[in-house]
Antibody, heavy 121, light 107 residues
Framework: QVQLVESGGGLVKPGGSLRLSCAASGFDFSDFYMSWIRQTPGKGLEWFSF????????YYADSVRGRFIISRDNAKNSLYLQMNSLRAEDTAVYFC??????????????WGPGTLVTVSS | DIQMTQSPSSLSASVGDRVTITCRTSQTINNYLNWYQHKPGKAPNLLIYAASELQSGVPSRFSGSGFGTEFTLTISSLRLEDFATYYC?????????FGQGTKLEIK
């Protein structure tokens, strides 16, 4: 069955960097757009980045543009998020999600359980 | 960005109750509206896409309706496993946005 598992979260100081990974299995990873979505403490969900099947199309929300980099390795069935210049407000549980684009509206039909990133001195 | 407003933000109900959650958007989004269920520590789960289409494997007690700027998620008869937080999400514009969530609690 479809499975997504995030890893790489942890405690990091403000201004620091962290790299998250998302391992995919149970489907043809190279056929799907992938997204990163986060849930901040006490708040709801915030989508902030997607990457196309080949990596040729990438989009970031303003909140992370210029600091975060999304990438993928289809040979390894893996999605990545390089997070730089981290701020306290980046503290969140980070989810990777598969985006279904075979029909409108696009929707996230599979998610991982998330990995916690805490930015604190 | 399209703003999403869910109501209520929390809801207490009993097993067997019928509950309805509303999602309003700051601009029209046709039917580009999806609903998710999220339990703490778990992966969020897609329930409804395109406002009213039931995702495969989701029980038929869940239903969605609406078009334009107002949408509803209805659970016809609550079961214990339905107590969770529910989010609406629009994919009309590329900056996908979510509602703030509705926490469904046991009365």
């Amino acid at each position: 069955q479809v499975q997504l598992v995030e890893s790489g979260g942890g405690l990091v100081k403000p201004g620091g960097s962290l790299r998250l990974s998302c391992a995919a299995s149970g489907f043809d990873f190279s056929d799907f757009y992938m997204s990163w979505i986060r849930q901040t403490p006490g708040k709801g969900l915030e989508w902030f980045s997607f990457i196309s099947t080949t990596g040729s199309a990438i989009y970031y929300a303003d909140s992370v543009r210029g600091r975060f980099i999304i990438s993928r390795d289809n040979a390894k069935n893996s999605l990545y998020l390089q997070m730089n210049s981290l701020r306290a407000e980046d503290t969140a549980v980070y989810f990777c999600a598969r985006e279904r684009r075979t029909e409108r509206p696009y929707h996230f039909d599979s998610w991982g359980p998330g990995t916690l990133v805490t930015v604190s001195s | 960005d399209i703003q999403m407003t869910q109501s209520p933000s929390s809801l207490s109900a009993s097993v067997g109750d019928r509950v309805t959650i509303t999602c309003r958007t700051s601009q029209t989004i046709n039917n580009y509206l999806n609903w998710y269920q999220h339990k703490p520590g778990k992966a969020p789960n897609l329930l409804i896409y395109a406002a009213s289409e039931l995702q495969s494997g989701v029980p038929s007690r869940f239903s969605g309706s609406g078009f334009g700027t107002e949408f509803t998620l209805t659970i016809s008869s609550l079961r214990l496993e339905d107590f969770a937080t529910y989010y609406c999400q629009q994919s009309y514009r590329t900056v996908y946005t979510f509602g703030q969530g509705t926490k469904l609690e046991i009365k």
